[in-house]
């Protein structure tokens, strides 16, 4: 059974930073783009970033360029979100999910699975 498994959310001032990590199990990383999405209060969900199977390629919003990177520890089947310099807009419950596909593209044509969720908060 695929799962994903988000953690590392919580309250931080603004200018702080986090560092998200998306447990994945049962689905080959060398497999899968994985990538990180947030949904704000009252807004639509928007993807973050996303990691492409092979590693090497990486995409990310205009919003958090320069701020977030995208990482991840095939050993530990586990991808990370590091996130410096954060804003209160950057408030949102933020979700890893899988494309189904190499590439991050493959995210243009849905999701096949989705963590639960973490929640982070960013105070003024």
């Known amino acids: 059974q695929s799962q994903l498994v988000e953690s590392g959310g919580g309250l931080v001032q603004s200018g702080g930073s986090l560092r998200l990590a998306c447990v994945v199990s049962?689905?080959?990383?060398?497999?899968?783009?994985i990538g990180w999405f947030r949904q704000a209060p009252g807004k639509e969900r928007e993807k973050v970033s996303c990691?492409?199977?092979?590693?090497?390629?990486?995409t990310y919003d205009d919003s958090v360029k320069g701020r977030f990177t995208i990482s991840r520890d095939d050993a530990k089947s586990t991808v990370y979100l590091q996130m410096n310099n954060l804003k209160p807009e950057d408030t949102a419950v933020y979700y890893c999910?899988?494309?189904?596909?190499?590439?991050?593209?493959?995210?243009?044509?849905?999701?096949?699975?989705w963590g639960k969720g973490t929640l982070v908060t960013v105070s003024s």
């Open positions: 999910a899988s494309a189904g596909n190499y590439y991050c593209s493959g995210f243009n044509y849905g999701v096949d699975y």
């Open positions: 049962g689905l080959p990383l060398e497999l899968y783009a």
């Open positions: 990691l492409s199977s092979s590693g090497d390629s990486t």
